[in-house]
């Protein structure tokens, strides 16, 4: 078994996370799970050095986070400040949304990003791209995220592929965990189920339809370091049960 390589992605629950007393009660829940690592992301009005504390207290290591664009762009050594207090390497994006456009978006991506990649670098850190649905929409035959792989450099981008998003961009996720080996030290475990009325819906890991054993030989193969668990969306159910349902079936499939 591949031990302390689960994260919980704290966006599940960043409803409770919102303040102080919300994100030591939280964190003190997923360590009581039994993950050993976080992903910080959907925080409310929390310092860094409060979470910094928290996460030691409770015995969880920082393994990411999730920033937006736009603050890399305007405020990286606020970043890298946070980072290297949460001894932390792997910052990230949740995605970009508008304004980076087919081919020509990808270019002006690319273009912001080296001077903060290069910058992430000088500190020990690199710089991942956590994708949704929206990426794998065809541009002159093409996909904006195939662009984005075949273009950028390895030592300036590396994939966060989302299993879910990536299977509702009607691509597949294990064939991307494999093209992006190398290159991707954080993966977003997510699984997928369709209701008897056509809802497709967020489920927890190995409830839902995806390919479980593929996706994970594939991220064996392609040197996956953390296993992120998110779920956007809990629905009836608690989100910390469903963090407990996810991390439960993970152990049976190997990983803790």
Not at 49 to 76: P, Y
Not at 108 to 123: D, I, T
Request: net charge negative; hydrophobic share 40%.
């Amino acid at each position: 078994m591949k031990e302390n390589v689960v994260v919980a992605q704290l966006y599940t629950v960043r409803q409770f996370c919102q303040d102080l007393e919300g994100v030591k009660k939280s964190l003190a829940k997923v360590a009581e799970i039994g993950y050993t690592a976080v992903q910080v992301s959907g925080f409310g009005d929390v310092s860094p050095q409060d979470v910094a504390d928290i996460c030691k207290a409770n015995g969880l290591t920082i393994a990411s986070s999730h920033m937006s664009w736009e603050r890399f762009l305007t405020d990286l050594d606020g970043i890298i400040e946070e980072h290297q207090l949460w001894d932390c390497k792997h910052p990230a994006i949740g995605g970009i949304f508008r304004g980076y456009e087919g081919a020509d978006g990808v270019h002006k991506f690319l273009s912001e990003l080296a001077p903060v990649a290069e910058r992430l670098a000088e500190v020990g850190m690199d710089f991942s791209y956590h994708n949704h649905n929206h990426e794998f929409a065809k541009w002159d035959g093409k996909t904006w995220f195939e662009m984005l792989v075949e273009q950028s450099d390895p030592a300036h981008l590396k994939l966060e592929i989302d299993t879910y998003w990536v299977q509702a961009g009607g691509a597949d996720p294990a064939y991307w965990v494999r093209r992006c080996a190398g290159r991707q030290p954080l993966l977003h475990l997510k699984d997928m189920i369709v209701t008897p009325q056509r809802e497709q819906r967020f489920a927890e890991i190995g409830e839902g339809n995806l390919n479980w054993p593929a996706i994970l030989e594939a991220a064996e193969e392609a040197g996956v370091e953390w296993y992120c668990v998110e779920q956007d969306q809990s629905y009836e159910r608690d989100p910390f049960e469903s963090l407990a349902i996810s991390y439960r079936n993970l152990n049976e499939m190997g990983l803790s």
